[in-house]
């Protein structure tokens, strides 16, 4: 009896032992278990607060990339690194070019940020869509960059095509300026004048007294042209000299300039070519 009871207490002390071992290793296997979830837990926040940062940084970035006249495309200090372009057309494509590559980056974060996420099994819905909203933002940057790209190509033609009226233009305003500036004149005898149909005498009574006059009809023939914006002397070899026209008497000067020899100087050059025509009669 006595031996029976020293066994069953041996085997219950066996299973009491059995048993702690057992309680013991899940124990163990519970707090390993614990430290393991701890960590990882610890690793996940910092990995969500790493994402929520890279974002936000993300976020900056597309919003940096501002497309009105007044953008910043470069941060400061490197603005007078770059060289800019002299003319608006290399300016307008320089800056196009510097959004684009600043939006090629934003993009390649974002894909980094995306597949990042995916292998490090952070999938909260709200951050999903806080990336979708990153992806959809880029598009639209994207879609907006190639708008100015195509409105700059179509203001480089309208350019163009006003450059070349400005030319013609340019060229016509030349032109009209020189003939504005040129006045044609003659110098003869009253034969001369007479015989070219320039003159013609008038007035007078029965033959006398008659004073010569222009006709109003002139051949450009008997005229010398003269840009009075580069000229403004005429010489004239005779013994007298007289002008017939009606140019303004205070736009000009006629002068004796030696032995047989007059000089006519243009005062006012404006005033003088409102006439267009000028006849100087000599005397030899």
Do not use: W
Request: proline share 2%.
């Amino acid at each position: 009896m006595r031996k029976t009871s020293i066994f069953g207490f041996v085997v219950v002390g066996v299973a009491l032992l059995v048993a702690t071992g057992i309680f013991y290793s899940k124990y163990k296997k519970y707090e390993a278990d614990y430290v393991r979830l701890t960590a990882e837990e610890q690793a996940t926040r910092e990995r969500y607060g790493n994402a929520i940062q890279e974002i936000a940084t993300i976020s900056d970035s597309l919003n940096a990339i501002a497309l009105g006249d007044d953008a910043k495309l470069l941060p400061a200090g490197t603005q007078s690194e770059v060289q800019v372009p002299a003319t608006t057309h290399e300016q307008a494509l320089t800056r196009i070019e510097m959004l684009k590559g600043s939006l090629e980056r934003t993009k390649e974060r974002i894909q980094e940020l995306d597949s990042r996420l995916k292998k490090s099994g952070v999938r909260i819905a709200g951050m999903e869509r806080m990336i979708n909203g990153l992806k959809k933002t880029a598009t639209e940057k994207e879609t907006l960059i190639a708008q100015l790209d195509t409105q700059v190509d179509s203001l480089e033609t309208r350019v163009a095509g006003l450059s070349e009226n400005v030319n013609v233009l340019s060229a016509e305003v030349v032109d009209k300026e020189k003939e504005l500036a040129t006045i044609y004149y003659t110098v003869g005898t009253k034969k001369e004048l007479m015989d070219s149909g320039i003159v013609v005498s008038k007035g007078g009574v029965l033959g006398f007294g008659k004073t010569l006059k222009p006709s109003g009809e002139f051949n450009d023939n008997y005229f010398t042209t003269l840009d009075t914006d580069q000229e403004n002397v005429i010489r004239i070899r005779a013994e007298k000299a007289q002008i017939l026209s009606p140019q303004p008497v205070s736009s000009y000067m006629l002068l004796p300039s030696g032995e047989d020899a007059f000089e006519l100087r243009i005062l006012d050059s404006k005033e003088f070519r409102k006439v267009k025509h000028l006849v100087i009669l000599t005397t030899t």
